[in-house]
């Protein structure tokens, strides 16, 4: 159980802190990631940015995803989950382009703040405050690692143990806290799990870099 997101953050550090890592940069999924991102990154003197990306929700389950697409429209789909569910090709339309609609405003939110971080030869943390299924956090890794870190490192604090391992094929190392047998929702690993409405991701993100700026 952990106290908050920032209690998990500064727990993941403790494993990450050891590693030779090249200009860190930390990658946080808005919107609950940023609140460990903001904490990781300070943690391990790194700056923090985000990657965008969008669970693509099962047609009869929203809490579900059969897959996920990021800002910059890289598609993660596990085809038998889908099926699974009942997606067909209208509904797979529809939801992705709403969930790109999704993205790219909160991306042009966040942009107001910094520029985009460079990636290329960087070692990358990403990080998100918990994962269900691990769509939307495979996704995101896809796309970072399109864009040639030195080194990508996946950064969790709980996730189901059962696709811990499918995870690892996506990046170089992942940290996972607690790769839990008996999994719910995110939330209940959490003390404090208080949702992360767009206005206050934004000012944890501004704080974060104006901390980073004064290092």
């Known amino acids: 159980m952990f106290r908050n997101r920032e209690d998990a953050a500064r727990q993941l550090a403790e494993l990450i802190r050891p590693l030779e890592l090249k200009r860190p940069l930390v990658l946080a999924i808005p ?3 940023l609140a460990t991102g903001a904490v990781l990154a300070e943690e391990l003197g790194g700056e923090l940015d ?63 703040v910094r520029a985009k971080a460079e990636i290329r030869g960087r070692s990358v943390i990403l990080v998100d405050d918990g994962i269900t299924t691990g769509a939307t956090f495979i996704a995101a890794l896809k796309t970072v690692r399109a864009q040639e870190p030195v080194q990508l490192i996946g950064a969790i604090p709980v996730a189901p143990e059962q696709w811990v391992c499918d995870l690892r094929k996506y990046c170089d190392r992942l940290y996972v806290l607690n790769p839990a047998k008996h999994f719910w929702s995110v939330g209940q690993f959490y003390e404090e799990y208080p949702p992360i409405a767009d206005d206050q991701a934004v000012s944890i993100f501004k704080q974060a870099n104006q901390r980073t700026a004064v290092r």
């Open 31 to 33: 919107r609950g990631g």
């Open 50 to 112: 985000v990657v965008l990306a969008r669970k693509l929700r099962s047609p009869d389950q929203a809490d579900l995803a059969y897959g996920a697409i990021t800002e910059d429209g890289e598609v993660y789909i596990d085809a038998e989950f889908a099926e699974a569910s009942g997606v067909n090709d209208a509904y797979f339309h529809r939801e992705k382009e709403h969930q790109l609609h999704v993205a790219l405003t909160r991306r042009d939110l966040l942009r107001r």
